[in-house]
């Protein structure tokens, strides 16, 4: 019985292997295709220096939402390995505790960094509605605010009032 239950642990574990190994291979295609688009952009004839700075510009943030993309996926690829080492034990033995024990320390991580671009990209719509609508677009913030805080979302009131504080700043500003 035991080695059943070890045979189904490595399975687990080559699966969770397997798996982030393909989430690494797809990461580091899509690098490439972002790499190689920028070079062909950079060395078309003709372009401005306007030009240039603009798909530099659109590089880097592909770059970094490149770059954020992989850290969770390697956060959540070690994870899902923790997890499935930890089947590996026996139930209350000290492995499978440590091995469990990592895996919830990096579900933690992951929802954190969930959470955060949760509240990035809520705020980068907000700053839009607020562009495109000047302070009418602040009842459709408010709006989208308390909608994202009914439906469980992880902005808490501090979070909303640095967002709108932000923004009541940017428009003053302007």
Known sequence: MAFDGLLGGISSVAAAFT???SVMQKNAATFSEIQKTYDENMKRQGNTEEQK???TKQFAEERLKYEQATTLA???????IAGATSKMFSEKSAARK????????????EMA?????MVVDVAA???KMFSQSGWAGFAGVAAMMAVMGCLG???GASDIVTVLSA???KNTAN
């Open 113 to 117: 960094m969930s959470a955060k671009k």
């Open 74 to 80: 390697e956060i959540s690829g070690a994870r899902s």
């Open 19 to 21: 798996d982030f190994g």
């Open 98 to 109: 440590a091995f469990h024990g990592i895996e919830m320390g990096l579900a933690v991580v």
């Open 167 to 169: 923004f009541t700043l």
């Open 153 to 155: 979302g992880a902005m």
């Open 53 to 55: 700075a603009g798909y």
């Open 125 to 127: 719509g907000a700053a």
